[in-house]
């Protein structure tokens, strides 16, 4: 694939694994990318202006306020130029500076001014590595969106053999390459997401519930805008900000939700139904609060189930996912909404199991496509599993959907 007309600014920090980012220039270079340099003041020790600037072409830079041409803003205009920041290597520290927030250099200072995606390949001693702190940064980061290239198992420069080698050139190079194929692979494509809890009224004040919270879903609207496509959100109430680039449509209860659904699925290439709707809610509202008396019982009915109902009407070309969350992982109950619902993939999880619980950050989950088979997953964070699911989904597309 030719990388023309793509930006992609180099962060490189303090690691000896410094010397293998000037393989990764030259390959980009080869390739058609521009690339500009920035070099923290810890990575010119391991490697030189020169060597970058002759290798990328551009000037380099390492500090904030150089002492000749300073202008102002330039970690601005550098956030605004890069298609993709890529930070090779990414030292702990640096990854710990950015996790926390903190802009003391001109390359944290850009990251921070992101308007890009941000690549990032650790490469440090692996006790550094597993350092529960250096874990903990990388894991928030991930959450928000960052890009992770896991370091190798090696032979490390301090002696030592374990993770935390700096990924080879050509891995990083192969995961830029499909960075920008991927950044457009929905172009074109509309895609509703829905999300979060509904909740059902009982009286003015008290309603029915649960305990979504609304994160997979976002996750998904996320990952679906990064790839280009067109998404609308259909969302209960959550703690969230809605992902840029999505429309958002907020609403309470399963009745709202059915109904924007209809209308916005009629248009649409792709529903994930992400949302947790009430199975069941008061046959009536009651107009005033109750309590006196209490009420001994409070009449419920179903409410539709939308999923199966969109899954009636759906034309060949529309591809529906739905979640089944299933307490004991139940693959015959998930096998039975798969099809009950007519969807093409199923993902099943349990949120009673440990490291997925119900409003984390992780999942584990196991997805069931339409024709057969099944992929059990690792545990992973929310926005890598919607990293997956849309993968499964730009598969079904290929093979026989839109
Ligand atoms: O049957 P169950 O509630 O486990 O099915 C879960 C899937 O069906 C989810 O994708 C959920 O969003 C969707 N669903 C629905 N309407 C309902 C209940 C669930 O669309 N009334």
């Keep these: 694939m030719s990388l023309k007309n ?8 303090g690691g000896i694994a410094a010397y293998k ?9 080869k390739a058609g990318a521009e690339v500009k340099v920035v070099l923290t003041k810890a990575g010119a020790q391991f490697v030189t202006k020169t060597t970058l600037e002759t290798l990328s072409g551009n000037p380099v830079a ?5 002492p000749a041409q300073f202008v102002g803003t330039h ?15 990414a030292t702990a520290n640096l990854i710990g500076k950015i996790a926390n927030g903190i802009a003391d250099d001109l390359l944290t200072t850009l990251v921070m001014a992101k308007q890009s995606a941000v690549m990032i390949a650790p490469a440090m001693n692996t006790e550094m590595y597993n350092n529960p702190i250096v874990q903990e940064n990388i894991a928030k980061l991930k959450e928000r969106g960052y890009l992770f290239l896991a370091p190798a198992s090696g032979e490390l420069a301090c002696g030592s053999e374990g993770v935390g080698r700096l990924a080879e050139p050509e891995e990083i190079f192969t995961t830029i390459e499909r960075y920008f194929q991927k950044s457009a692979s929905l172009a074109g494509k509309r895609v509703v997401v829905t999300a979060g809890p509904t909740r059902e009224r009982i009286d003015p004040v008290r309603y029915i519930s649960n305990f ?11 990952e679906a805008v990064d790839r280009g496509a067109e998404v609308v959100l259909i969302s209960g109430l959550t703690a969230l900000v809605a992902p840029a680039g999505v429309r958002l449509i907020p609403i309470e209860s399963a009745a709202q939700l059915q109904k924007k659904v209809k209308s916005e699925f009629a248009r649409a290439d792709i529903l994930i139904m992400a949302a947790a709707v009430a199975d069941f809610r008061p046959a009536e509202t009651a107009k005033r609060k109750l309590g006196d008396p209490v009420p001994a019982q ?8 939308i999923l199966a109902e969109v899954g009636r009407s759906k034309k060949k070309s529309q591809v529906t996912v739905g979640f089944a969350l299933e307490v004991g992982a139940s693959k015959a109950n998930a096998l039975r909404k798969l099809k009950e619902k007519n969807l093409d993939l199923i993902v099943m999880n349990d949120p009673t199991v440990k490291g997925a619980e119900f409003g984390g950050d992780y999942n584990i989950a196991t997805i069931y496509p339409g024709d057969g088979g099944e992929w059990q997953l690792a545990r992973m964070t929310k926005r890598e599993l919607a990293a ?7 598969e079904k597309l290929a093979t026989g959907g839109a």
């Design 298 to 305: 409070i009449k419920l009915k179903p409410n539709p189930d």
């Design 21 to 29: 980012s000037c393989l990764l220039i030259r390959l980009l270079v």
């Design 62 to 66: 390492c500090e904030m306020f150089p």
């Design 212 to 222: 979504s919270s609304g994160k997979m879903g976002y996750a998904l609207a996320t």
């Design 388 to 394: 997956v699911i849309l993968d499964k989904i730009e």
């Design 75 to 89: 970690h601005i205009s550098y956030a605004e130029w890069a298609d993709l920041i890529v930070l090779a290597p």
């Design 6 to 13: 793509h930006k992609i600014l180099l962060g490189i920090s």
